[in-house]
C-alpha cells in the first residue's frame, strides 16, 4: 500500500475514508483534520487559555501534543485517582504523564485526591457505596476537580481526549434508552452554563481510537497501555464491541452513526424543549461552583459524607 501524496510506502490504512498515508504525511494530515473541526465547531482560538485533562493515555497526551503543534496556549491536568488495581495504574499513568510534559517543557497541573481529601477513589467509593463500582464517585470529582483547576487558573476551555469509539460508544447507550436529557447535551463543545466555569470540548470526538493510537506510536509518545482496571465490564466496553463488528462490516459506519446524530442535532431533532433548558444553578455555598441543589453540591456532600463515615 502507498502514500497518496508521495507514494511511499503507507504506515495506516483509513478504509473510513478510502486514504493510506506514509508517516511523515499522517502526522501532519491528523492535525490539520482535527484543526478544521476545532474551527467548524468554534471550540476555541490560539487567543484561549485551555487546560488539557491528560489521564497518561494515548489519547489524552495526542491530544495534548497535537494543540501544541498546532500552536495553541495548552497546559495540561492530571488527575491522581490512587487507584492501584494490581497494576499501579495511577502512579503509572502519572509517571507518563508527567514525562510527556517534561520532555517537552509544557505546565502540567497535578491534583492528587488521597493527598486532597484523605482518601483514594476506590476508598471513597467502599465508604459511600455511591452505584455498584467507584465510578460515580471518579466522575463526580474529577468534574469538581477540573472545573476548579480551570476557575482558579484562569482557563477558559477546559478539553478531553474523548474520542470517536468512545462518543459512539455513549450515543448508542443513550440511543438505545433514548435518554433525551443526555442526548441533547452530547456534543462536541458544552458551553459553559455559569461564570466562571469553563466551555468542554472534545476535539478527538469525530477521530477513531485507531487513528489517535497510531499517532501517539508514530510520534514516540510514550502512554500508559493499561485502562483503568475498573473499566472492565463496562456497559460502553461492550457497546464498543458492537460498534466494531458494525465497523468490520461496513467501514465507516460508526461516523457515520455519530456525524448524523450532529447534524441531525444542528436541524433542530434533540432541541432542549423549555423545562430541560431551565436549570435553577445556584452557588454551592462550600465550595463556590455551580450546582442545582439547594444547597451544598453533590461533591462537597461526598467529601462531607465521607469523612464523617469512620
Ligand atoms: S471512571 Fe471508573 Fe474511569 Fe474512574 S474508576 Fe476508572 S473506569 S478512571 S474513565
Ligand atoms: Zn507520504
Ligand atoms: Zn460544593
Known sequence: ??????????????????????????????????????????????????????????????????????????????????????IG??????????????????????????????????????????????????GLTKRHVMNRVARDGGYNVLATGHNLDDEAAVLFGNTLQWLSGYLVRQGPVLEASHPGLARKVKPLCRFYERDMAAYALLRGIEYVYDECPYAVGAKSIYYKEVLNKLEADRPGAKLTFYLSFLKAKQKGLFAPDADTNKVDLHTCPTCGQPTTAPIDCAFCRLTAAVSTSD
Open 1 to 86: 500500500m502507498k502514500c497518496r501524496k508521495c507514494r511511499d510506502k503507507a504506515v495506516i490504512n483509513m478504509r473510513q475514508h478510502r486514504l493510506a498515508l506514509c508517516k511523515e504525511h499522517y502526522l501532519d494530515w491528523l492535525p490539520e483534520q482535527i484543526e478544521k473541526f476545532i474551527k467548524k465547531y468554534s471550540m476555541f482560538t490560539p487567543h484561549d487559555r485551555i487546560l488539557v485533562a491528560v489521564s497518561g493515555g494515548k489519547d489524552s497526551l495526542a491530544l495534548w501534543d497535537i494543540l501544541i503543534r498546532l500552536g495553541y496556549q495548552a497546559d495540561g491536568l492530571y488527575i491522581g485517582l490512587g487507584i492501584e488495581g494490581g
Open 89 to 138: 495504574y495511577s502512579e503509572q499513568s502519572q509517571l507518563h504523564t508527567e514525562q510527556f510534559a517534561d520532555q517537552r517543557g509544557l505546565n502540567l497541573h497535578v491534583e492528587s485526591i488521597p493527598q486532597n481529601y484523605g482518601l483514594s477513589i476506590p476508598e471513597m467509593f467502599k465508604r459511600t457505596l455511591r452505584g455498584n463500582k467507584p465510578c460515580s464517585v471518579c
